[in-house]
Protein backbone atom coordinates (compact mmCIF):
# COMPACT_ATOMS: atom_id res chain seq x y z
CA UNK A 1 0.00 0.00 0.00
CA UNK A 2 2.70 2.26 0.94
CA UNK A 3 4.55 1.37 -2.11
CA UNK A 4 1.28 2.37 -4.37
CA UNK A 5 0.90 5.86 -2.32
CA UNK A 6 4.61 6.45 -2.88
CA UNK A 7 4.21 5.94 -6.66
CA UNK A 8 0.85 8.23 -7.08
CA UNK A 9 3.36 11.08 -5.41
CA UNK A 10 6.36 10.62 -7.58
CA UNK A 11 3.59 10.66 -10.43
CA UNK A 12 1.79 13.59 -9.61
CA UNK A 13 5.40 14.89 -8.70
CA UNK A 14 6.16 14.72 -12.19
CA UNK A 15 3.48 16.18 -13.35
CA UNK A 16 3.58 19.50 -11.40
CA UNK A 17 7.56 19.65 -12.73
CA UNK A 18 6.69 18.96 -16.72
CA UNK A 19 3.66 21.52 -16.09
CA UNK A 20 5.86 24.32 -14.38
CA UNK A 21 7.95 24.19 -17.84
CA UNK A 22 7.46 27.09 -19.94
CA UNK A 23 6.90 25.42 -22.96
CA UNK A 24 4.17 24.00 -21.70
CA UNK A 25 3.03 27.19 -20.01
CA UNK A 26 2.99 28.54 -23.57
CA UNK A 27 0.72 26.09 -24.92
CA UNK A 28 -1.71 26.05 -22.35
CA UNK A 29 -1.51 29.60 -22.93
CA UNK A 30 -2.14 29.06 -26.61
CA UNK A 31 -4.54 26.37 -25.94
CA UNK A 32 -6.88 28.33 -23.30
CA UNK A 33 -6.73 31.20 -26.14
CA UNK A 34 -7.66 28.77 -29.18
CA UNK A 35 -10.71 28.24 -26.81
CA UNK A 36 -11.85 31.50 -27.42
CA UNK A 37 -11.29 31.63 -30.66
CA UNK A 38 -13.37 28.85 -30.99
CA UNK A 39 -16.22 30.65 -29.54
CA UNK A 40 -15.84 33.87 -31.36
CA UNK A 41 -16.26 31.84 -34.09
CA UNK A 42 -19.27 30.29 -32.86
CA UNK A 43 -20.62 33.58 -31.95
CA UNK A 44 -20.46 34.54 -35.65
CA UNK A 45 -22.25 31.57 -37.05
CA UNK A 46 -24.75 32.20 -34.38
CA UNK A 47 -25.30 35.25 -35.87
CA UNK A 48 -25.77 34.22 -39.44
CA UNK A 49 -28.23 31.67 -38.57
CA UNK A 50 -30.06 34.57 -36.21
CA UNK A 51 -30.13 36.88 -39.77
CA UNK A 52 -31.56 33.65 -41.55
CA UNK A 53 -28.40 31.52 -42.64
CA UNK A 54 -29.83 28.04 -41.60
CA UNK A 55 -27.09 26.43 -43.30
CA UNK A 56 -24.35 27.02 -41.21
CA UNK A 57 -23.59 24.75 -38.41
CA UNK A 58 -23.47 26.54 -34.87
CA UNK A 59 -20.66 24.39 -33.51
CA UNK A 60 -17.47 23.77 -33.01
CA UNK A 61 -17.37 21.46 -36.01
CA UNK A 62 -18.83 24.70 -37.92
CA UNK A 63 -16.18 26.91 -36.46
CA UNK A 64 -12.96 24.67 -37.49
CA UNK A 65 -14.91 24.00 -41.02
CA UNK A 66 -14.93 27.69 -41.04
CA UNK A 67 -11.53 27.76 -40.42
CA UNK A 68 -10.22 25.16 -42.62
CA UNK A 69 -11.73 26.87 -45.72
CA UNK A 70 -8.29 28.57 -46.72
CA UNK A 71 -4.91 27.63 -46.54
CA UNK A 72 -3.63 30.18 -43.59
CA UNK A 73 -7.11 29.03 -41.52
CA UNK A 74 -5.49 25.36 -42.05
CA UNK A 75 -2.61 26.26 -40.33
CA UNK A 76 -4.22 27.77 -37.55
CA UNK A 77 -6.57 25.32 -36.76
CA UNK A 78 -3.34 23.09 -36.21
CA UNK A 79 -2.37 25.65 -33.51
CA UNK A 80 -5.77 25.28 -32.02
CA UNK A 81 -5.36 21.48 -32.17
CA UNK A 82 -2.41 21.90 -30.36
CA UNK A 83 -3.45 24.31 -27.61
CA UNK A 84 -6.09 22.13 -27.26
CA UNK A 85 -3.92 18.89 -26.25
CA UNK A 86 -1.72 21.13 -24.17
CA UNK A 87 -4.71 22.04 -22.22
CA UNK A 88 -6.23 18.68 -21.47
CA UNK A 89 -2.84 17.52 -20.43
CA UNK A 90 -2.59 19.86 -18.06
CA UNK A 91 -6.37 19.50 -16.85
CA UNK A 92 -5.39 15.71 -16.59
CA UNK A 93 -2.27 17.16 -14.54
CA UNK A 94 -4.61 19.29 -12.28
CA UNK A 95 -7.14 16.48 -11.86
CA UNK A 96 -4.22 14.17 -10.59
CA UNK A 97 -1.93 16.43 -8.65
CA UNK A 98 -4.55 18.78 -7.03
CA UNK A 99 -4.83 22.55 -6.07
CA UNK A 100 -2.49 23.76 -3.44
CA UNK A 101 -4.66 27.25 -3.19
CA UNK A 102 -7.68 25.52 -2.41
CA UNK A 103 -9.20 26.25 1.07
CA UNK A 104 -10.95 23.11 2.15
CA UNK A 105 -10.99 19.78 0.93
CA UNK A 106 -13.98 19.92 -0.74
CA UNK A 107 -13.05 22.80 -3.23
CA UNK A 108 -10.33 20.94 -3.83
CA UNK A 109 -12.07 17.39 -4.73
CA UNK A 110 -14.43 19.54 -6.85
CA UNK A 111 -12.12 21.19 -8.85
CA UNK A 112 -10.31 18.06 -9.46
CA UNK A 113 -13.38 16.78 -11.04
CA UNK A 114 -14.39 19.59 -13.11
CA UNK A 115 -10.38 19.44 -14.94
CA UNK A 116 -10.95 15.95 -15.24
CA UNK A 117 -13.80 16.55 -17.27
CA UNK A 118 -12.71 19.82 -19.03
CA UNK A 119 -9.57 17.20 -20.31
CA UNK A 120 -11.91 14.83 -21.54
CA UNK A 121 -13.56 18.01 -23.69
CA UNK A 122 -10.27 19.69 -24.31
CA UNK A 123 -9.12 15.89 -25.99
CA UNK A 124 -12.60 15.54 -28.02
CA UNK A 125 -11.47 19.40 -29.23
CA UNK A 126 -8.19 18.02 -30.01
CA UNK A 127 -9.44 15.25 -32.01
CA UNK A 128 -12.34 17.35 -33.51
CA UNK A 129 -10.02 19.85 -34.80
CA UNK A 130 -6.97 17.04 -36.29
CA UNK A 131 -9.95 15.27 -38.14
CA UNK A 132 -11.06 18.60 -39.28
CA UNK A 133 -7.56 20.02 -40.18
CA UNK A 134 -7.04 16.51 -42.41
CA UNK A 135 -10.43 17.09 -44.29
CA UNK A 136 -12.87 14.86 -42.06
CA UNK A 137 -15.91 14.91 -40.42
CA UNK A 138 -17.29 13.87 -37.14
CA UNK A 139 -21.13 15.27 -37.70
CA UNK A 140 -24.04 14.19 -35.90
CA UNK A 141 -22.34 12.54 -33.01
CA UNK A 142 -24.52 13.25 -30.56
CA UNK A 143 -27.24 11.86 -32.44
CA UNK A 144 -25.85 8.85 -33.13
CA UNK A 145 -24.65 8.42 -29.25
CA UNK A 146 -28.27 9.49 -28.44
CA UNK A 147 -30.14 7.14 -31.15
CA UNK A 148 -27.28 3.86 -29.94
CA UNK A 149 -28.35 4.05 -26.25
CA UNK A 150 -31.73 4.32 -26.91
CA UNK A 151 -31.74 1.10 -28.59
CA UNK A 152 -30.62 -0.41 -24.96
CA UNK A 153 -32.33 -1.53 -22.35
CA UNK A 154 -33.82 1.20 -20.32
CA UNK A 155 -31.99 3.19 -22.96
CA UNK A 156 -34.47 6.21 -22.83
CA UNK A 157 -33.77 6.69 -18.87
CA UNK A 158 -30.40 6.61 -19.41
CA UNK A 159 -30.42 9.37 -22.24
CA UNK A 160 -32.90 11.32 -19.68
CA UNK A 161 -30.29 11.26 -17.17
CA UNK A 162 -27.69 12.07 -19.34
CA UNK A 163 -30.24 14.98 -20.33
CA UNK A 164 -30.86 16.17 -16.61
CA UNK A 165 -27.31 15.91 -15.53
CA UNK A 166 -26.09 18.19 -18.21
CA UNK A 167 -28.84 20.53 -17.51
CA UNK A 168 -27.56 20.94 -14.12
CA UNK A 169 -24.21 21.29 -15.24
CA UNK A 170 -25.78 24.13 -17.02
CA UNK A 171 -26.88 25.56 -13.99
CA UNK A 172 -23.79 25.35 -12.03
CA UNK A 173 -21.93 26.94 -14.74
CA UNK A 174 -24.03 29.54 -14.87
CA UNK A 175 -24.23 30.25 -11.21
CA UNK A 176 -20.51 30.21 -11.03
CA UNK A 177 -20.42 32.57 -13.81
CA UNK A 178 -23.03 35.24 -11.92
CA UNK A 179 -20.99 34.59 -8.75
CA UNK A 180 -17.65 35.20 -10.83
CA UNK A 181 -16.11 32.30 -9.11
CA UNK A 182 -13.64 32.13 -12.55
CA UNK A 183 -11.46 35.08 -10.54
CA UNK A 184 -10.18 32.23 -8.11
CA UNK A 185 -8.50 30.50 -10.61
CA UNK A 186 -6.62 33.82 -11.99
CA UNK A 187 -4.14 36.52 -11.03
CA UNK A 188 -6.17 39.52 -11.99
CA UNK A 189 -4.70 42.29 -14.34
CA UNK A 190 -3.83 45.13 -11.61
CA UNK A 191 -5.45 47.54 -14.02
CA UNK A 192 -8.98 48.57 -13.06
CA UNK A 193 -10.35 48.97 -16.53
CA UNK A 194 -8.50 46.08 -17.39
CA UNK A 195 -9.95 44.14 -14.33
CA UNK A 196 -13.20 45.44 -14.60
CA UNK A 197 -13.61 44.11 -18.49
CA UNK A 198 -11.87 40.30 -17.46
CA UNK A 199 -14.25 40.33 -14.94
CA UNK A 200 -17.33 41.58 -16.62
CA UNK A 201 -16.78 39.69 -20.10
CA UNK A 202 -15.90 36.22 -17.62
CA UNK A 203 -19.39 36.27 -15.70
CA UNK A 204 -21.14 37.46 -19.18
CA UNK A 205 -19.82 34.94 -21.11
CA UNK A 206 -20.02 32.11 -18.54
CA UNK A 207 -23.49 32.89 -17.94
CA UNK A 208 -24.42 32.77 -21.41
CA UNK A 209 -22.27 29.13 -21.51
CA UNK A 210 -23.94 27.91 -18.69
CA UNK A 211 -27.45 28.96 -20.72
CA UNK A 212 -26.38 27.06 -23.45
CA UNK A 213 -25.67 23.82 -21.89
CA UNK A 214 -28.74 23.71 -20.01
CA UNK A 215 -30.16 24.29 -23.62
CA UNK A 216 -28.74 21.02 -24.40
CA UNK A 217 -29.53 19.04 -21.83
CA UNK A 218 -33.11 19.90 -21.89
CA UNK A 219 -32.90 18.67 -25.97
CA UNK A 220 -31.56 15.18 -24.85
CA UNK A 221 -34.36 14.90 -22.20
CA UNK A 222 -36.98 15.76 -25.32
CA UNK A 223 -34.94 13.62 -27.41
CA UNK A 224 -35.74 10.76 -24.60
CA UNK A 225 -38.96 11.21 -23.98
CA UNK A 226 -40.05 11.83 -27.69
CA UNK A 227 -37.98 8.64 -28.71
CA UNK A 228 -36.52 10.91 -31.09
CA UNK A 229 -32.59 10.85 -31.05
CA UNK A 230 -32.81 14.00 -33.92
CA UNK A 231 -33.32 16.05 -30.71
CA UNK A 232 -30.21 15.63 -28.80
CA UNK A 233 -27.79 16.77 -31.73
CA UNK A 234 -26.00 19.05 -29.38
CA UNK A 235 -24.56 22.59 -29.87
CA UNK A 236 -25.93 23.15 -33.24
CA UNK A 237 -29.26 21.72 -32.60
CA UNK A 238 -29.80 23.90 -29.67
CA UNK A 239 -29.11 27.01 -31.01
CA UNK A 240 -31.16 26.62 -34.16
CA UNK A 241 -33.71 25.19 -31.97
CA UNK A 242 -33.73 28.38 -30.15
CA UNK A 243 -33.64 30.71 -33.42
CA UNK A 244 -36.75 28.72 -34.56
CA UNK A 245 -39.42 30.40 -31.18
CA UNK A 246 -40.88 33.19 -31.03
CA UNK A 247 -38.66 36.15 -30.95
CA UNK A 248 -35.72 33.16 -31.21
CA UNK A 249 -33.62 35.60 -33.82
CA UNK A 250 -33.38 38.28 -30.67
CA UNK A 251 -32.84 35.56 -28.21
CA UNK A 252 -30.10 34.38 -30.64
CA UNK A 253 -28.55 37.51 -31.53
CA UNK A 254 -28.12 37.82 -27.38
CA UNK A 255 -26.84 34.40 -26.87
CA UNK A 256 -24.48 34.93 -29.58
CA UNK A 257 -23.10 37.97 -27.59
CA UNK A 258 -22.68 36.47 -24.61
CA UNK A 259 -20.52 33.70 -26.45
CA UNK A 260 -18.76 36.48 -27.93
CA UNK A 261 -17.75 37.80 -25.01
CA UNK A 262 -16.75 34.39 -23.52
CA UNK A 263 -14.53 34.35 -26.12
CA UNK A 264 -13.08 37.76 -25.18
CA UNK A 265 -12.84 36.95 -21.93
CA UNK A 266 -10.69 33.88 -22.59
CA UNK A 267 -8.26 36.16 -23.93
CA UNK A 268 -7.89 37.60 -20.48
CA UNK A 269 -7.87 34.01 -19.19
CA UNK A 270 -4.65 33.24 -21.55
CA UNK A 271 -2.78 35.75 -19.98
CA UNK A 272 -3.79 35.57 -16.09
CA UNK A 273 -5.01 32.14 -15.07
CA UNK A 274 -2.86 30.51 -13.01
CA UNK A 275 -1.14 27.71 -15.14
Same mark, same amino acid.
Given at each position: ?30 ? $? ?51 ? +? ?8 ? +? ?24 ? $? ?24 ? +? ?128
Amino acid at each position: MADVSSAASDAAGTVRQAARSTPAKVAVRVG $ILAYGVTHLLIAWLALQVAFGDQGQRTDQQGAFQTLAQGGAGRVLLWVLAIGF +AAVALWRAGE +AAAGFSYRSSRKEEIFSRVASGAKAV $IFAALTVLAVRTALGGSSGGGGQQAA +AGVLGWPGGQWIVGLAGVVIVVVGVVTAKHGWEKTFTEDMTLPLDAHARQVAVRTGQIGTIAKGAVIALVGVLVVVAAVRFDPNQANGLDSALKTLAGQPFGPVLLVVVALGLAAFGVFCAFDARYHRV
